[in-house]
């Protein structure tokens, strides 16, 4: 079954402790991962795509597929991170199965 | 810079009434796509739609329907909305390709059934 879990829906830490916001996956190929954000009133918004290898905003994600894990980390974490954020994954013709969401919140 | 609207922020209906859910996106994206949003649901695909007059159920179809007449507009139809409807719904919309292209959504519709 293709599938994407995000065992924490509420992640509350203080400005400037590291974050790691975690996804594991269920898939038989290879897999195609997403972090996608939504902060306060704003639309929902891709942060970064595992293929990409980048760092947004602070934020990595590196895929490991021992584990069949994707978890978002930032070393400090600042108040506008604070949001509602959404592990995704491709499962085939431009199809994503999202998570259920982790919020972050960053208290000053 | 690409734009999803979507016809409402809000609305109200009652049970058993049609409902209409318009999306329109202005980036000639081939790929259009209609979820529901719940509390510790998550995102779930209702219905997707790949090219003009095509669409394929999603993970949740039953209890509604969709229509794309045009590339830019993809309608959600709600033939006789319940209760169990009620919830936040986003549109969004991709290019189509040999890569998984980003997903850009709408601001969402807050569809209240009573």
């Known amino acids: 079954a293709q599938r994407v879990t995000q065992p924490e829906k509420l992640l509350s830490v203080f400005k400037g402790a590291p974050v790691e916001l975690k996804c594991n996956y269920s898939y038989s190929g290879s897999p195609e991962l997403f972090w996608y954000v939504q902060y306060s009133r704003q639309r929902l918004q891709l942060l970064l795509r595992h293929i990409s290898r980048e760092s947004i905003k602070g934020f990595t994600a590196d895929l490991n597929k021992g584990e069949t894990s994707f978890h978002l980390k930032k070393p400090f974490a600042q108040e506008e991170d604070s949001a509602m954020y959404y592990c995704a994954l491709n499962t085939g013709f431009q199809k994503l199965v999202f998570g259920t969401g982790t919020r972050l919140l960053v208290s000053p | 810079d690409v734009k999803v609207t979507q016809s409402s922020r809000y609305l109200v209906k009652r049970t058993g009434e049609k409902v209409f859910l318009e999306c329109v996106q202005d980036?000639?994206?081939?790929?259009m796509f209609w979820y529901r949003q719940d509390p510790g649901l998550g995102l779930r695909l209702i219905y997707f739609?790949?090219?003009?007059?095509?669409?394929e159920k999603g993970d949740i179809p039953e209890g509604y329907s969709v229509s794309r007449e045009k590339k830019e507009r993809f309608s959600l139809i709600l033939e006789s909305a319940s209760t169990n409807q009620t919830s936040m719904y986003l549109c969004?919309?991709?290019?189509?390709?040999?890569?998984?292209?980003?997903?850009?959504f709408g601001p969402g519709t807050r569809l209240t059934v009573t």
């Open positions: 980036m000639d994206h081939e790929n």
């Open positions: 739609s790949y090219d003009v007059k095509m669409k």
């Open positions: 969004a919309s991709s290019l189509s390709g040999g890569r998984t292209y980003e997903q850009y």
